[in-house]
DNA sequence: AATTTAAGTGACACAAGTGTAACTTAAACT
DNA sequence: AGTTTAAGTTACACTTGTGTCACTTAAATT
């Protein structure tokens, strides 16, 4: 019907992955987008009405992806198991840390319609939370948990423990089991 | 020998510590700023070159203060004292973990007086780890702390914690104590 | 081949922030 | 009172990103 796009909605994401993960929320514009994507910064406009809605259109899928791995959680036999994937998804998805606070950081929008999507993203970390909740509840019924933990201040600290910055370039391995260990069992030795 | 300022070094620094809190470093600007003071724009530039100079003298101002704070820690007797101590300071001076955020969004200054002081910045948390050092070596010392675990580790994790999101708005105390429990004595229960 | 239609382009007007420099003002010193 | 000096003002030129719209292009349909 008409001539065939000149780019892919994968290569889209990818290109917009990469720039907003270099440059951050305020470093993302069109026309470095449009540049890399080989066409004139008027085309983007065709698809998306601003920069926040084509963001938070991209934040929708890329946390539904994540969402989606979160879900095997449920698979994974009994809680140790189940902790143990939670925690090496968290280092192996770090990027979604990061596009999160990227999130964070987009102002109130002008626009009606990403002002909708705006407060359906802001709702995907509780729905994560939500997802976890079947974990949690698993750990504190086979009494392997400290029930007297709020079940969001674990999963928030498990969830923040991505973001400890390893100024000193540990192996990650170390790091990894280093924070598995603070947080299953804590920081103090045995008396 | 000239006419006396219209605005104090004190009251410069609380407007730009409130607006960088408000608006983050993107929507910190020298208008904004200016109109606050009352004064003219272009009398900034009297005073500081560009927005990331004075930032970052902003920067290390609090962050000498903060480090100040921290540099007690050495007078709370033993280290269960010293911990509470320390775990009490971060969550009172929360913002200070927030601003730290805004300058690693300073993207690379084109100024040189202005990349100098970056670079000085950007080796403060390393400062802070280095003060806090004597009170991790107290622990493994003592035998309070694992001794298999990088000091960094300990140190980020116990700084990051104040960065997890409350979004169930669980009351402060609980909060704190909870997270002080976890990164103790893990969020496993004892088997 | 002519027509339709969505993709893509390029120029324009606009907004907001930046940095500068000539100018004015007011305090202090002679 | 006159001079000096730093503080403060204002207007200007510049930069960068935004959003729009009339226009062109190319694939598909007839």
Redesign the pocket.
């Known amino acids: ?7 892919s909605n994968e290569e889209l994401f990818r290109l917009v992955k990469k720039m907003l993960l270099q440059h951050g929320y305020e470093g993302f ?3 470095l987008l449009a540049e890399q994507l080989d ?2 910064r ?2 983007l ?2 698809y998306y ?3 926040d809605e084509l963001i938070t259109d991209f934040m929708l899928f890329e946390m539904q992806l994540f969402i989606g791995d979160l879900a095997q959680i449920e698979n994974q036999g009994d809680f140790e198991a189940q902790f143990d994937f939670l925690m090496k998804l968290i280092f192996d998805k770090a990027e979604v840390h990061q596009l999160i606070s990227v999130v964070q950081q987009m102002g109130s929008s002008s626009n009606d319609k990403a002002k909708v999507s705006k407060e359906r993203l802001e709702k995907l970390p509780l729905e994560m939370y939500h997802y976890l909740q079947s974990f949690i509840s698993l750990g504190k019924k086979e009494r392997k948990l400290k029930e007297h933990i709020p079940d969001s201040v674990m999963l928030g600290l498990i969830f923040q423990s991505i973001a400890i910055p390893n100024h000193f370039g540990i192996p990650k391995s170390v790091w990894v089991e280093s924070i598995k260990e603070i947080i299953s069992k804590g920081m103090f030795a045995h008396s």
Do not use: L
């Open positions: 019907m008409a001539r065939e796009r000149k780019f514009h069109f026309g066409i004139s008027g085309a406009y065709k009405e601003n920069k």
